[in-house]
Structures are given as structure tokens and as C-alpha cells.
């Protein structure tokens, strides 16, 4: 069975940093692509950020880039997402989520989540 | 980037009624289009890739349609499982982009 676990969200001050990570079980951690989804609360779903299997390749949304990074650990199966320079709009639920086919970078689409860890930027 | 813009926003229904709803994208995207399904409190869930092909454990009377740049996600009869939200993606390019949702709620 397939688990994702996010964890790393807290209340953080405007302008401060924060590392979620999230713990991957049961599956081949590095053959897939992964993806942070935020979702502001009471609004619609926002994708933040991607990174290929292995690493490589990764792409953010404009409203996180140069903000954030995304990176992950295939010897311990963890993703990670580095966040910086936070503001009072990145407040909101962080998911992650795995593509549905190993090794398909580009037109992945998302077969499982995990259940979100809270980010609140606030003074 | 690619705007996805769904519709309607929020539907009134009871249960064994047709709903469908709709998302149209600002480019050419062949099929690269994904539904999910989010409940409240809930993560997001996988219904629909590639436009119209079902997810593993997805009941059939959902089902998907493409047409240009138009995008329909049906479900034939409702259930009350079924009162959600629910997202199109775009699986084209990056940045993704979803749709902006749409409350299927008890008429």
C-alpha cells in the first residue's frame, strides 16, 4: 500500500523558513516523479512543484520560484520542499503526491497523496 | 502558462441525477487533462487521466469526454458518496495548472 507522509508544517513568522518533508512507503520511492500541491484555506488546489525520479529535472510554480526548492532522498525515501522567504499567502494545507507511472516526467498525472501538513504565515 | 477554466463553480443535485461538469483550457493540450475528487478534510483523489480513462477502482458511472480544448467530467448517476469537489489538471506542461473547482452539493 502506497503512504505518504508530510510533516514540517507549523505557524512561521512572515520573511521565515520552513522544510517539510514527506516519508514514502510502499513503492519504488525513485522511479517515480513527486509533486508539493498546496491548498490555501477554504480555496481551490494550487500545484507548487515537481522533481523527476532521480532528481534532475525539477519546475515550480512562478508564485514559489526562487522561494522555494524541492529536492528529495532516494536512499531514504523522503521528498523534501525548502521554503523561503515566506509570506502571509503561502499559508495553506502542503500535500505531496506521487506521479502515476515511473519515469513519465512530463505528463504525469497524480495517483496518490498523502494527507497534508498545515503552513500558517502569520505575525 | 495554461489557464483551466472549469464550470460551473458549485451544482445543486439529488442523488440519481446526470451532472457534468466542464473545463476548458486556454491551449491545445490533446488529452492531458485529470479530474480529481476531494471531500472536506480529505486529500485530493485520482478519477480520470488522460481525459477519459478511469482510475483503478473508480465506479463507472463516471466517465470523461474531450473535445478541442473542452474538457467533461459526467457522472451519470449520483451517489451520496459523490457530493464533493471536484478539479480538472492540466498534464501538458509545466507549470500544472487545476481548474478552480467545482461543490457538487444535495439539492
Known amino acids: 500500500e502506497v503512504r505518504l507522509l508530510e510533516s514540517g508544517g507549523r505557524l512561521v513568522q512572515p520573511g521565515g523558513s520552513l522544510r517539510l518533508s514527506c516519508a514514502a512507503s510502499g513503492f519504488m520511492f525513485k522511479t517515480f516523479d513527486m509533486n508539493w500541491v498546496r491548498q490555501a484555506p477554504g480555496k481551490g488546489l494550487e500545484w507548487v512543484s515537481v522533481i523527476s525520479a532521480g532528481g534532475g529535472g525539477t519546475d515550480y510554480a512562478d508564485s514559489v520560484k526562487g522561494r522555494f526548492s524541492i529536492s528529495r532522498d532516494n536512499s531514504n525515501d523522503i521528498l523534501y520542499l525548502q521554503m523561503d522567504s515566506l509570506r502571509v499567502d503561502d499559508t495553506a494545507t502542503y500535500y505531496c503526491?506521487?506521479?502515476?507511472?515511473?519515469?513519465?516526467?512530463?505528463?504525469?498525472?497524480?495517483?496518490?497523496w498523502g494527507q497534508g501538513t498545515l503552513v500558517s504565515v502569520s505575525s | 502558462d495554461i489557464q483551466m477554466t472549469q464550470s460551473p463553480s458549485s451544482v445543486s443535485a439529488s442523488v440519481g441525477d446526470r451532472v457534468t461538469i466542464t473545463c476548458r483550457a486556454s491551449?491545445?493540450?490533446?488529452?492531458?487533462l485529470a479530474w480529481y475528487q476531494q471531500k472536506p478534510g480529505k486529500a485530493p483523489k485520482l478519477l480520470m487521466f488522460a481525459a477519459a480513462s478511469l482510475q483503478s477502482g473508480v465506479p463507472l458511472r463516471f466517465s470523461g469526454n474531450v473535445s478541442g480544448t473542452d474538457f467533461t467530467l459526467t457522472i451519470s448517476s449520483l451517489q451520496p458518496e459523490d457530493f464533493a469537489t471536484y478539479y480538472c489538471q492540466q498534464t501538458y506542461s509545466f507549470p500544472r495548472t487545476f481548474g478552480q473547482g467545482t461543490k457538487v452539493d444535495i439539492k
Open positions: 503526491a506521487k506521479g502515476r507511472r515511473p519515469y513519465e516526467y512530463t505528463y504525469h498525472d497524480l495517483d496518490s
Open positions: 491551449h491545445v493540450i490533446g488529452s492531458r
